[in-house]
């Protein structure tokens, strides 16, 4: 099988989290990853992003698959499940919307910069040494703090359903799948 250059875009995940890890900063190169496969869904009603462009998603074909570091084991039902597709996907908005939250508090000067990841969106990881405060307004920081906690949370996540079951288990109930698809749903519902 041939291989075209974006069969390669597992490397841009190991690129993101290695970035961010030594400056917090590139955390908002993440957003490319939020704006590009809503863009295929809008504008080309399909999830091509997913499909062939996600990172995320070939890195967990080159552990689980390729590296075997996945039982490969089937996907529990309820995981695919509409209500636990959907319910993670508010949960996510809400978390995500959160972060925002903070960031504009921040910004507002109602709260300070907390230089810290909070993985699973619990536990509270001081994270210092990746920013010189002043470097940017804080709330430019705080973004990236809140932004590379929730990238981080969602890889750690995907690497647990990769090794319990199939190498690509996240992508079954991905965020950014379950909008994708649900406009790409709606869009094709509106042509009929």
Same mark, same amino acid.
């Given at each position: 099988?041939?291989?075209?250059?974006?069969?390669?875009?597992?490397?841009?995940?190991?690129?993101?989290?290695?970035?961010? /890890?030594? @400056?917090?900063? %590139?955390?908002?190169?993440?957003?490319?990853?939020?704006?590009?496969? !809503?863009?295929? $869904? &809008?504008?080309?009603?399909?999830?091509?992003?997913?499909?062939?462009?996600?990172?995320?998603?070939?890195?967990?074909?080159?552990?689980?698959?390729?590296?075997?570091?996945?039982?490969?084991?089937?996907?529990?039902?309820?995981?695919?499940?509409?209500?636990?597709?959907?319910?993670?996907?508010?949960?996510?908005?809400?978390? /995500?919307? @959160?972060?925002? %939250?903070?960031?504009?508090?921040?910004?507002?000067?109602?709260?300070? !910069?907390?230089? $810290? &990841?909070?993985?699973?969106?619990?536990?509270?990881?001081?994270?210092?040494?990746?920013?010189?405060?002043?470097?940017?307004?804080?709330?430019?920081?705080?973004?990236?703090?809140?932004?590379?906690?929730?990238?981080?949370?969602?890889?750690?996540?995907?690497?647990?359903?990769?090794?319990?079951?199939?190498?690509?288990?996240?992508?079954?109930?991905?965020?950014?799948?379950?909008?994708?698809?649900?406009?790409?749903?709606?869009?094709?519902?509106?042509?009929?």
């Amino acid at each position: 099988m041939k291989k075209h250059w974006y069969d390669y875009l597992w490397i841009w995940a190991i690129i993101y989290f290695s970035l961010g /890890f030594f @400056n917090i900063l %590139f955390a908002w190169l993440g957003m490319i990853d939020f704006f590009l496969p !809503l863009g295929f $869904a &809008i504008f080309g009603s399909n999830k091509w992003f997913c499909n062939h462009l996600c990172g995320r998603g070939q890195l967990y074909m080159k552990l689980g698959a390729d590296m075997k570091c996945s039982r490969n084991k089937a996907t529990p039902k309820w995981m695919y499940s509409k209500w636990f597709r959907y319910g993670f996907l508010v949960f996510f908005l809400t978390m /995500f919307g @959160n972060m925002v %939250f903070q960031t504009y508090l921040v910004g507002a000067g109602a709260a300070s !910069l907390r230089e $810290a &990841i909070k993985m699973f969106w619990t536990f509270r990881i001081p994270w210092g040494w990746t920013y010189t405060k002043g470097i940017v307004p804080d709330w430019i920081a705080q973004f990236s703090f809140g932004f590379y906690s929730l990238m981080l949370t969602s890889l750690l996540i995907g690497l647990i359903v990769m090794i319990l079951y199939k190498p690509r288990t996240w992508c079954t109930f991905c965020p950014m799948g379950t909008m994708t698809q649900g406009i790409c749903k709606l869009k094709s519902h509106k042509k009929n």
